[in-house]
């Protein structure tokens, strides 16, 4: 499977400035070949390459690779484009949104990230140094570092493209890996069911609840900070909400990342597979009053949905996702299925066997129910998968139809591209 390592660039003012012109000469020459693209339909590769290929490498000095690339990073984001209209991420056709994605060329940042082959990257594993293509000819010795994990990963798999990226600041290269998986567990003894929420982030069917109180005091506090600093409006706050910008993002990113590989580890420890929730479309289903809304969209299931899958698969552990109704309102142990079964928010008793317990709890234990019902009619691995992919449909009790067996069955086994996370 492929991941992606970020390395951190430590370049001199010297090499900065080289890698900055770079940037932005690659940009400017993507954003010319998208209009090229846009004005003449000619947005496959070899078409635009026969349009653009020599006025990208005469008027902006670029090497034939790195005009190649530019020229493949703009069919790319064409692609792109054609993939999110399809999928109606930009809205109805004749909506305003989708008007505005289609008619106009696609523009690239200055500073957007621009792909590096072998041929245009070196690498100096043992002296952690770079040698890499710029505008202003070869810049060598070129220092980088990583965490241990990060470098090891490196050195014994990369393979493939690197992307030159500056973010805030401060430079990286995110270097593709070919990292072996483990062989697939066809045989799981059962499922670990996993109830994804708010409160608590996740609750596994062994009864382990990974509460996300601190995650949602940081949050809250972040968004009042905010909110104080636009309030105010001056230099001063302007330059610390830029500081701040993305922290409360890495902060959840790195809570995912944890949770993740706990419940991967637990899975893989006691040969077990993994059972999610399909959560697709929750935002546009769910109606939540206004003090509530920020909590919901700053909810990243979807982010720790994608860790676990990814995961498992290096693992070998199976991961399957399920329709989540009314896994939250059905007896664990009887059946019952009864709004009034869920007292509170922590809270479920059921009103036909009177069982009670944790509401999360029990959703997870229900879960894995319908993951063992899955993987008894046939259902494969979705791992990595994405939940709006995977998600099988089933009847109010947990029941399967042979159609959804056979959906299953064909759900395509896909590559993923992922930051390694020590």
Same mark, same amino acid.
């Given at each position: 499977?492929?991941?992606?390592?970020?390395?951190?660039?430590?370049?001199?003012?010297?090499?900065?400035?080289?890698?900055?012109?770079?940037?932005?000469?690659?940009?400017?020459?993507?954003?010319?070949?998208?209009?090229?693209?846009?004005?003449?339909?000619?947005?496959?590769?070899?078409?635009?390459?026969?349009?653009?290929?020599?006025?990208?490498?005469?008027?902006?000095?670029?090497?034939?690779?790195?005009?190649?690339?530019?020229?493949?990073?703009?069919?790319?984001?064409?692609?792109?484009?054609?993939?999110?209209?399809?999928?109606?991420?930009?809205?109805?056709?004749? &909506?305003?949104?989708?008007?505005?994605?289609?008619?106009?060329?696609?523009?690239?940042?200055?500073?957007?990230?621009?792909?590096?082959?072998?041929?245009?990257? &070196?690498?100096?594993?043992?002296?952690?140094?770079?040698?890499?293509?710029?505008?202003?000819?070869?810049?060598?010795?070129?220092?980088?570092?990583?965490?241990?994990?990060?470098?090891?990963?490196?050195?014994?798999?990369?393979?493939?493209?690197?992307?030159?990226?500056?973010?805030?600041?401060?430079?990286?290269?995110?270097?593709?890996?070919?990292?072996?998986?483990?062989?697939?567990?066809?045989?799981?003894?059962?499922?670990?069911?996993?109830?994804?929420?708010?409160?608590? =982030?996740?609750?596994? /069917?062994?009864?382990?609840?990974?509460?996300?109180?601190?995650?949602?005091?940081?949050?809250?506090?972040?968004?009042?900070?905010?909110?104080?600093?636009? &309030?105010?409006?001056?230099?001063?706050?302007?330059?610390?909400?830029?500081?701040?910008?993305?922290?409360?993002?890495?902060?959840?990113?790195?809570?995912?990342?944890?949770?993740?590989?706990?419940?991967?580890?637990?899975?893989?420890?006691?040969?077990?597979?993994?059972?999610?929730?399909?959560?697709?479309?929750?935002?546009?289903?769910?109606?939540?009053?206004?003090?509530?809304?920020?909590?919901?969209?700053?909810?990243?299931?979807?982010?720790?949905?994608?860790? =676990?899958?990814? %995961?498992?698969?290096?693992?070998?552990?199976?991961?399957?996702?399920?329709?989540?109704?009314?896994?939250?309102?059905?007896?664990?142990?009887?059946?019952?299925?009864?709004?009034?079964?869920?007292?509170?928010?922590?809270?479920?008793?059921?009103? &036909?066997?009177?069982?009670?317990?944790?509401?999360?709890?029990?959703?997870?234990?229900?879960?894995?129910? %319908?993951?063992?019902?899955?993987?008894?009619?046939?259902?494969? /691995?979705?791992?990595?998968? /994405?939940?709006?992919?995977?998600?099988?449909?089933?009847?109010?009790?947990?029941?399967?139809?042979?159609?959804?067996?056979?959906?299953?069955?064909?759900?395509?086994?896909?590559?993923?591209?992922?930051?390694?996370? /020590?």
């Amino acid at each position: 499977m492929k991941l992606v390592v970020q390395v951190r660039l430590l370049p001199t003012p010297v090499q900065a400035r080289a890698l900055e012109l770079t940037l932005r000469a690659c940009n400017e020459a993507a954003t010319w070949c998208s209009r090229e693209a846009f004005d003449k339909g000619a947005k496959r590769n070899v078409e635009l390459r026969r349009h653009t290929y020599g006025e990208v490498k005469s008027r902006w000095g670029l090497g034939a690779q790195a005009a190649q690339h530019v020229i493949k990073k703009t069919c790319d984001a064409y692609a792109t484009l054609r993939v999110n209209l399809r999928a109606g991420n930009l809205g109805r056709p004749g &909506s305003r949104r989708y008007i505005r994605a289609t008619e106009r060329p696609v523009v690239f940042r200055s500073d957007g990230a621009q792909p590096y082959d072998d041929r245009m990257l &070196s690498w100096w594993m043992a002296e952690r140094r770079v040698s890499l293509w710029t505008v202003h000819g070869r810049v060598k010795d070129l220092a980088f570092t990583a965490s241990p994990e990060q470098l090891a990963v490196l050195a014994r798999h990369r393979k493939g493209e690197s992307d030159l990226v500056h973010r805030e600041g401060k430079w990286y290269l995110l270097a593709t890996c070919e990292v072996p998986e483990s062989p697939m567990n066809v045989d799981p003894v059962d499922f670990l069911g996993i109830d994804l929420g708010v409160v608590n =982030i996740a609750t596994t /069917s062994d009864g382990e609840i990974l509460a996300g109180r601190e995650l949602n005091r940081v949050r809250a506090r972040e968004r009042g900070l905010r909110a104080k600093l636009r &309030s105010k409006n001056t230099p001063s706050a302007n330059r610390r909400l830029k500081k701040r910008r993305r922290k409360e993002a890495r902060r959840a990113k790195d809570i995912n990342h944890k949770i993740a590989k706990h419940v991967v580890a637990e899975a893989e420890r006691t040969g077990r597979g993994i059972a999610l929730e399909d959560l697709t479309g929750i935002r546009e289903r769910a109606r939540l009053r206004k003090p509530q809304r920020a909590t919901h969209s700053s909810w990243a299931f979807a982010q720790l949905g994608h860790f =676990i899958a990814y %995961k498992a698969r290096r693992a070998g552990v199976p991961v399957l996702f399920v329709d989540p109704a009314h896994t939250s309102r059905t007896c664990a142990v009887c059946g019952h299925c009864d709004k009034a079964n869920r007292v509170s928010q922590a809270r479920f008793a059921c009103r &036909s066997c009177g069982f009670v317990d944790h509401a999360d709890r029990n959703s997870s234990r229900n879960i894995r129910t %319908k993951a063992r019902k899955l993987w008894r009619c046939g259902a494969l /691995s979705a791992a990595p998968v /994405s939940p709006p992919e995977a998600g099988l449909k089933q009847d109010a009790d947990g029941s399967v139809t042979a159609s959804d067996a056979r959906c299953a069955s064909a759900l395509p086994q896909r590559r993923v591209v992922d930051r390694v996370n /020590s």
